[in-house]
C-alpha cells in the first residue's frame, strides 16, 4: 500500500451478494482506477474518473459472477491501494 491521497477507503459490505458499495476520500486532486481482478488475474470491472478531488462512492453490480474471492485495485498517479472482497 502506498499513500496515494486515498483516505476513509470502505468496501462493504464484505463479503456481499450482489452489490459491492466503494466509498473513499481523496485527498489529492488526481485520475483514479478502479479494477476488480478473479481470482486468476482477469479484470472483470474498470471504471475511471477524471481529475477528481473529494468524495467519491459508487456501487458495483458483481451478480453475474461466481461466488469467490476478488481483488479490487484503486489506482492513482501516487500508488496503489489493493484489497480482497468476497462474493457470496
Known amino acids: 500500500i502506498y499513500d496515494n491521497g486515498i483516505t476513509e477507503l470502505k468496501l462493504f459490505p464484505n463479503p456481499f451478494r450482489e452489490i459491492i458499495n466503494i466509498q473513499f476520500i481523496n485527498t489529492q486532486r488526481s485520475d483514479i482506477e478502479i479494477i476488480i481482478f478473479n481470482s486468476i488475474g ?3 470491472f474498470q471504471e475511471s474518473t477524471i481529475n477528481h478531488s473529494g468524495e467519491y462512492r459508487t456501487s458495483i453490480n458483481l451478480e453475474k459472477y461466481p461466488s469467490a474471492i476478488y481483488f479490487i485495485e484503486l489506482r492513482t498517479i501516487d500508488g496503489i491501494i489493493y484489497n ?3 462474493l457470496q
Request: charged residues 35%; glycine residues 0%.
Open 84 to 86: 480482497k472482497i468476497i
Open 42 to 44: 482477469e479484470s472483470i
